[in-house]
């Protein structure tokens, strides 16, 4: 259906990957935002600017997959990911190192409990629960030369069909937040763009900013009435399967999926741009990501801890500036977080991924043609 090779990166994409790192933010400031004892206007503002974390995720999954389709597996790709992953795990565990030297303790006790009893936040980061978008984007990613070959080989009425069939991942994912789900909901997402990237589908074609603040609103009339008090009774019976509905609660959602494909489309079909500022912003969204949601060894995460300290300055007050000021610390957040992934990108990882690519070119390129399938036709297979 999109044909042709692109030879500019499309901003209008990559925009859309900053704007989808500033809701996922967000999303995450609404956890410390006076959750306890919130008033009405701090209840309001995490409605209406943190309850879009979940299509956060969406977009930077279908972004993934809408260039992926079309493109080759590279080895030197999951390393820089595992190796992007790995360092900020280690400036952390130098800070953890620090504070407790600090206090006291010996690094030879400090060691130890983390080799025995903390090897799920060092040593597994990419199975853990803290960093869970990166394990299931990492064995997306892995996966994607067989899904490729199934995209390029089955019929569309095939195709269809498995869609359907497949269907009750997504919707299973509801109720699961468990690494398997999570990396079964990302292959699935990436199957759907690929369908839609080469036949179409219908939500493509209703994809306008008309049918994204038609759903978009829905799901804010629908959280806002979660305020009114006489509804409280009602809604109380149903309020974990609204609020699993609603992407109020868990790591998916059906409409909020729905609300991500239309924003998706929408912009797929703008007209290009190209903006280089955009562009360089955008590649190190993923470092944000990784800066702002760490949970390890104990340490504060760094997005509450700032939202925390704010609050007891004064700097985030359930007040008529709420609005304002929780945005402002969202976009500090976002923007101090870019700036310690370009340092970490060209101090550390640069240099580091650059000798390991030279001195092994060999056998990434021998990972690359094994991992890369050479397609038949399975049409002539499959009755």
């Known amino acids: 259906m999109w044909g042709g090779v692109q030879r500019e990166r499309n901003s209008n994409i990559e925009l859309l990957r900053i704007v989808s790192m500033l809701l996922i933010i967000a999303f995450h400031a609404t956890r410390s935002n006076y959750s306890g004892e919130a008033s009405t206007i701090v209840s309001v503002s995490n409605i209406l600017f943190g309850s879009w974390g979940l299509i956060g995720v969406d977009l930077f999954v279908m972004i993934s997959a809408w260039f992926l389709v079309d493109q080759k597996f590279k080895s030197r790709r999951l390393i820089n990911i595992v190796f992007q992953v790995f360092s900020y795990v280690l400036v952390f565990f130098l800070v953890y190192l620090f504070v ?24 597994l980061p990419l199975w853990s629960n803290y960093y869970w978008f990166v394990t299931s984007y990492f064995f997306m990613y892995l996966s994607f030369p067989i899904v490729n070959l199934l995209i390029e080989s089955i019929s569309k009425d095939i195709y269809r069909k498995s869609l359907i ?12 937040s468990s690494p398997v789900a999570d990396i079964m909901y990302f292959i699935y997402l990436y199957y759907f763009i690929g369908y839609a990237k080469k036949h179409g589908s219908k939500i493509v074609r209703i994809a306008n900013w008309k049918s994204i603040v038609v759903v978009t609103g829905v799901i804010i009339l629908s959280k806002l009435l979660a305020l009114v008090p006489s509804l409280h009774g009602v809604l109380s019976y149903g309020r974990m399967w609204t609020n699993k509905f609603l992407g109020s609660t868990g790591r998916h959602s059906f409409i909020i999926l729905i609300d991500s494909l239309l924003i998706f489309f929408t912009v797929i079909k703008t007209k290009p ?49 709420f609005p304002i000021q929780y945005l402002l610390i969202v976009l500090c957040v976002f923007t101090v977080g870019i700036a310690v992934e370009k340092v970490r ?19 990434f390129d021998k990972v690359d043609n094994w991992m890369n399938i050479k397609n038949y036709n399975m049409k002539e297979s499959i009755p």
């Open 100 to 123: 407790l030297i600090k206090n006291g303790e010996s690094i030879y006790e400090i060691i130890k409990s983390v080799i025995l009893t903390e090897t799920n936040d060092f040593f």
């Open 165 to 176: 069939i497949f269907s009750f991942i997504p919707i299973y994912s509801h109720f699961s």
């Open 273 to 321: 741009k190209n903006n280089k500022f955009v562009n360089k912003i955008a590649e190190s969204t993923l470092g944000v990501y990784l800066f702002h949601e760490n949970s390890y060894f104990g340490l504060p995460n760094v997005l509450n801890y700032i939202n925390g300290k704010c609050i007891q300055y004064g700097l985030l007050a359930q007040g008529v500036f």
């Open 345 to 363: 990108y060209y101090v550390f990882h640069k240099p580091c991924t650059k000798y390991l690519f030279s001195r092994f070119e060999k056998t």
